[in-house]
C-alpha cells in the first residue's frame, strides 16, 4: 500500500478479516500488522515467557515469517519455529 502511517491505520479496520484469503497477495494482507519493533520491546526481550509470547503472536497472528522474528530476537529460524510449535501445542492442552 502506498500512503503513510494514518492512511494504513484509516484503512486498518476493513483489513482484519482479510488475513486468510489467499487472492490477495500477503503483503496487502498485512498491511496494518504492528512492525517487529513494537512487538518486541527491549522489556519483552529481557523475559523470555513474553519473548516466545511475542514470537507466537508475531508469526500466528501477525504472519511474520521465521526468519524475520528471528532476525529481531537473535534467533536462529529453526529456534523460533521450535518455540511457535512448544507454545502452540502448550496453549491447546
Known amino acids: ?4 502511517e494514518s ?20 503483503r496487502q494482507r498485512f498491511a496494518a500488522r ?11 526481550l529481557s523475559d523470555k515467557g513474553r519473548r516466545n509470547l511475542a514470537v507466537q503472536r508475531a508469526h500466528l497472528d501477525h504472519g511474520y515469517s ?11 529460524y529453526s529456534t523460533i519455529s521450535r518455540i511457535v510449535n512448544r507454545d502452540d501445542a502448550q496453549n491447546k492442552i
Open 34 to 44: 504492528p512492525k517487529l519493533s513494537k512487538l518486541f520491546s527491549t522489556a519483552t
Open 7 to 26: 492512511f494504513v491505520e484509516r484503512l486498518q479496520p476493513g483489513l482484519q478479516d482479510k488475513h486468510g484469503l489467499k487472492e490477495i497477495p500477503r
Open 66 to 76: 521465521l526468519s524475520e522474528i528471528g532476525t529481531v530476537v537473535g534467533l536462529h
Open 1 to 4: 500500500m502506498l500512503g503513510d
